[in-house]
């Protein structure tokens, strides 16, 4: 690994695919989360698709739960195969599955993001910063006003991540757009367990060291973690599919 990437470097990308969904059970069949269908697409399509158009080139997908659901629809989205499968036998956690994808990356840095939500951020103008900065982490945010699911991340005019705030109700702020530009070696260095939280044992107990980011990009994002913001999808992703 080198140390710190290159502007317009970051080529990989570990994507987030594990997640049971639970509380789309009554939107959605018996299907990892990311895989619910748009138009009969899998969301997560829209999310590969993205990072494609960003300059993504590899993708490696962090699999737990009925991860042979995936295998057919990869070969219709990635025909060429320049991806690779990282599959937890339990459920490690966020961290321990960016944890166990870490091994297969190729890259000292990477993006990371959730199969279940979209953001569509500039993903160049993201890495050029982390790799500019020397960051071990650096957060997408994203603006919102008057909210209350998500918690507010906080940075200081050094774009340093200065507080996390837990969910309640916001007038506005930075959520965690749960976008990521992640450097491999600093991460793995840390000797986490196998099982953690990277929200939660990783970003909120070591952004003091200096080390961690946030850029805000106001771009088109949404989370179908909820059967409402499910169906929104669905009518605002429709469009999209038809191209």
């Given amino acids: 690994f080198l140390l710190n990437c290159m502007p317009g470097s970051i080529t990989e990308a570990i994507i987030l695919a594990g997640g049971l969904g639970t509380r789309l059970r009554s939107a959605v069949p018996d299907v990892p989360k990311c895989m619910a269908p748009i138009n009969n697409v899998p969301f997560i399509a829209f999310v590969v698709k993205h990072f494609q158009t960003q300059g993504i080139k590899n993708f490696i997908f962090a699999l737990g739960y009925k991860s042979e659901a995936f295998e057919s629809f990869l070969h219709t989205v990635l025909p060429a195969g320049n991806y690779e499968l990282s599959i937890e036998n339990e459920p490690l956690g966020t961290g321990g599955a960016i944890q166990l994808a870490c091994s297969k990356a190729l890259k000292s840095d990477v993006v990371v993001a959730n199969g279940d939500t979209l953001f569509r951020v500039n993903v160049q103008l993201i890495a050029d910063f982390h790799c500019r900065h020397k960051a071990h982490c650096t957060l997408a945010l994203k603006p919102m006003k008057a909210f209350s699911r998500y918690g507010v991340v906080e940075l200081n005019e050094n774009q340093h991540v200065q507080k996390f705030k837990e ?21 793995l260095g840390k000797e986490l367990p196998e099982k953690f939280s990277f929200e939660k044992d990783y970003l909120e107990r070591f952004y ?36």
């Fill in 167 to 187: 969910k309640q109700y916001f007038a506005e702020g930075f959520i965690n757009g749960g976008v990521y530009v992640l450097n491999v070696p600093a991460f």
């Fill in 208 to 243: 003091t060291e200096g080390k961690m980011f946030g850029i805000t990009e106001d771009a088109y994002f949404i989370d179908i973690g909820i059967p409402e913001d499910y169906e929104r999808a669905g009518i605002e992703l429709s469009a999209d599919s038809r191209h």
